[in-house]
C-alpha cells in the first residue's frame, strides 16, 4: 500500500459514527440504509456500495463518537480494509475529516494501521493462497491547514511498526523444524543488521564462558545448538540511559521429562514469541530512528528429552551464582531468562528492563487471549509501561508482587526452586524473574495468551498475533534519556 495526500482512487471510504443524523457525502445512502435498518454505524460495520453500477463508496461504522477509541479506529478501517479487498479495488481516496476526542495524527494512524493490518496471512506452506491484496493505492483526504509533513511522518511511523508486527507474527508462525535457534538467530542479523542495530550471536562455547548455567540446563537435551542473541541500538550516542528488551526464545518447549500432553505441546513452537516481540520491535525502533539506545537479549534454545536432558530434581547454577532446584522441567523459561536477565542488567548495564514471555499456562487461565499478564519491582516503569500498552491498544493487567509470594520460590536445598506450587503460578513465576535483576527497574510482561490465538479477533488475526510489539515500541519511544 502507497500512501499520498490528496484526492484520488476508485472509491471513497467515509466514517459514520452511530446516530449520526446525516453525513456529508452520500447522504441519500445513509437516510436509506439507516431507514432501513441495513447499517448503524457500529464499530467495525462496514456498508460497501462498490460493485458494477455501484456509488463506489465504503460507509465505516465507528460507533458512537463520544466512545471513540484509536483501537476502535484501527478494527473499522481493518474491515474496510477487508471489504475491498473481495471487491479487488485498487486505489481508494480516505476522507479524513476531524473527530471530538482524538488528535488528528492519531486518528490518521489508526485508519492507516487497520488498512495495512487488513493484507496479513501467513500463507507461506499453503498451496492456493486465500489472501490477495489488492489495494495499492490511498490517498488520505486531509483537512486543509493541517501540516503535510507532520502527517507524512506519522505515515511513515506507522508502516514501521507494522512492519514489526508482522515481522514477530512470521516468526512465530513458523514451525520448530524451521526455526530453530540458529534461524532465529540468523533472522534477527538478517533483519537488523541493515537498520544499523549492531547483531552479536553467541554458541554453545561463549554461552558456557559466560557461566549461563541454567539457560545451558535448559538446552541440554536438545540436539540445536543454543544461541545467545544480543541487539544493540544506539539511536541516542549521547545519553547514557539504556533499555533493554529480553524475550522468552524457546523454539520448541516439549516439557522436557516433565512431558506436556500431546493437546498442550502443539502450539509450543510459539514459545519463542517473546523473542519475535523483541526482535520486531527492534525493527520498528530502527526503522523509526528513535533516538534511545536500546538492547534486546534473546536466550533462544529447545526444551526437549534425551539422554542429556536436564532432570527433575537436578540442582543447577545460573549466571547470578544464585543455585536452582528443578522441580519440573517444563518450568523451563523462567531458567533461560534468568541469565538473559543477569546479562543484560550487569554485561550491558541496562538502566530499565522489561521481559517478555510465553511463561504459564496459568496466565491463560486468568486472563485468556485479552489481558497481558504483568509484574514489577518499580511501579513508576509500570506506569509508562501501561501507557505504551494503552497507546497500543494490548492491555496489559498488572497482578500483586507482595513478599509473600516470593517466599514460595526459595528452595529447600537451593537458593530457589523453579516452580512456586500450585497457586498464583502467574505471579511466582514473574517474581522468580524479579530475583535476576538486581535493583533494576523491571516489569515482566507473560503473553502467554495474548501472543497466539486459536481465532481472529478485531484486527488480530488467527496465529501469530505480535502482541506485544507495538507496547515495546511506543515504551521505547516514550523512554526518557536522563
Ligand atoms: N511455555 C509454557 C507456558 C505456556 C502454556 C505458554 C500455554 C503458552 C500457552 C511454559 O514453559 C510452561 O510449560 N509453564 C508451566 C509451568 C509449570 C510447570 C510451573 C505451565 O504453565 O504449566
Ligand atoms: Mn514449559
Ligand atoms: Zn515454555
Known sequence: MDFKIGKGGEVKLIPVF?????????????????????FSAKVGEVYADIGYKGDKVVLIGLGEEEKLTVDSIRKAYYQAGKELMKFKVESIQVEVPEFKNICYIDEIQGMIEGLLQSEYSFEKYLSQKKIKPSVREVYLNIIEGKKAEAIDKAIEEVKNIIDGVFLARDLVNEPAMTMTPKILAEKAKEELEGLGVDVKVYGQEEIEELGMEAFLAVSKGSAQEPQLIVMEYKGNEEAEEKLAL???????????????????????????????????????????????NVVAVVAACENLISGTAYKPGDIIGSMSGKTIEILNTDAE?????????????????????IDVATLTGACVVALGNINTGAITNNEDFMEEVKKASQIAGEPVWELPNNEEYKELNKGDFADLKNTGGRGAGTITAGLFLGEFVDSTPWVHLDIAGTSYSSKARGYLPKGATGVPVKTLYYLAKNFKNY
Not at 498442550?264 to 523473542?275: E, H, K, V
Not at 531458567?335 to 550491558?348: E, F, R, S
Open 18 to 38: 452511530k446516530g449520526s443524523e446525516k453525513i456529508d457525502d452520500f447522504d441519500g445512502l445513509y437516510q436509506f440504509l439507516k431507514e432501513k435498518e441495513i
Open 246 to 292: 529480553v524475550g522468552k526464545g524457546l523454539t520448541f518447549d516439549s516439557g522436557g521429562y516433565c512431558i506436556k500432553p500431546g493437546d498442550s505441546m502443539n502450539t509450543m513452537f510459539t514459545d519463542m514469541a517473546g523473542a519475535a516481540a523483541v526482535i520486531g520491535a527492534m525493527k520498528a525502533i530502527a526503522k523509526s530512528k528513535l533516538d534511545k
Open 333 to 353: 523459561g523462567r531458567l533461560t531468562l534468568a541469565d538473559a536477565l543477569w546479562y543484560a542488567v550487569k554485561n550491558l548495564k541496562a538502566n530499565k528492563v
